[in-house]
């Protein structure tokens, strides 16, 4: 039950005996694991000292479950409140649970315990909340910092992300720093700082995954690149597998067509349907005019 108000430092595990749905009281309730302490028992020569370098959470309602899997952070819950609604007969039967007469018939949920260790970056929720504090500071320092609202106005992002980094990273209440932003908006790759602040700000739905990325990619290739348009879908069968398959890749630069035909017979009848020149052309172009590091896959 303890959220706020009370810093109880030798609590040694935390037993989440009731369902909750509000993430800022999961947050406050788990938090009083956290506290560092020093545990001692008995006197003098005999005594047992034990330093808290980690703590258990009980969970016996699938909180943690429910934060880290089914939660929508973008959405707020609206819970229902007050009795069961009366039925069309005014008896009360409108729906809900009557706890006072409800019996479970249901098998004991404690007959099997599962235990999750929680890695260094933390739970679901404690990256949500990190990532909503640092939008939150990010958009106030555009509003209030004359110099980065001026970048920001004039699009000069490589002046938006020193002013962001000199404002906001490595301060000692939040320590914000880029590996650990990344480490929250990831998708399927590692986004830079600049996209990072894009979807901060507003600018994009949502960080890109490689996929998104190919796509985009091969779109400015065709507007910018004397291709063959009969070719299209093979142009793009080879262009996507060049930047999302390191394997693949490597052949396609090596010319190795016979180990490319044994990965990929799809991809390799892709390539046999252009011309040597549109070969060249496309993987000079891949090599020269796209960023490979922007698809690297995330760990």
């Known amino acids: 039950m303890m959220t706020t108000g009370y810093d109880c430092e030798d609590v040694l595990n935390v037993a989440l005996a009731r369902p909750f749905f509000s993430p800022t009281d999961f947050i406050q309730i788990k ?45 707020r819950l609206v819970l229902p409140k007050g ?20 019996t ?7 007959a099997s315990v599962a235990r999750d260790e929680i890695g260094l ?8 909340m990190y990532r909503d504090r640092f939008a939150q500071q990010a958009s106030q ?4 910092d004359g110099l980065l609202r001026q970048a920001y106005e004039d699009e000069d992002w490589p002046a938006v992300e020193e002013r962001v980094r000199r404002l906001l990273f490595e301060k000692p209440q939040d320590f914000w720093n880029l590996p ?18 894009a979807r901060v700000f507003g600018l994009i739905p949502q960080i890109p995954t490689r996929g998104q990325l190919a796509d985009e990619a091969f779109e400015r290739f065709l507007t910018t690149q004397p291709a063959n348009a009969v070719n299209t879908r093979q142009l793009k069968v080879v262009f996507v597998a060049f930047l999302l398959d390191e ?35 496309l993987v ?9 590091k922007d698809f690297e896959q995330a760990a």
């Open 104 to 110: 479970n018939t249901s098998p004991d949920p404690m």
């Open 180 to 197: 650990k932003l990344q480490d929250v908006y990831k998708t399927d790759r590692i986004p830079s700082l600049r996209e990072i602040l």
């Open 141 to 144: 320092a555009v509003a209030t």
């Open 31 to 75: 938090g009083r694991g956290t506290r560092l302490f020093t545990f001692k028992h008995g006197e003098g020569a005999g005594q047992r000292v034990a330093k808290k370098d980690g703590f258990a959470l009980f969970d016996f309602f699938a909180n943690c479950e429910y934060f880290e899997e089914d939660f929508d952070y973008d959405q």
């Open 247 to 281: 394997r693949s890749r490597f052949l396609l630069q090596e010319g190795r067509f016979a180990d490319l035909r044994a990965r990929d017979a799809s991809l390799y009848g892709s390539l046999t349907q252009l011309a040597p020149e549109e070969r060249t052309a």
């Open 83 to 102: 009795p069961p609604a009366e039925g069309p007969e005014g008896d009360g039967d409108g729906g809900g649970i009557r706890i006072d007469d409800f």
């Open 121 to 128: 970056f933390g739970m679901r929720i404690d990256r949500e």
């Open 284 to 292: 000079t172009y891949l090599q020269s005019q796209v960023p490979l």
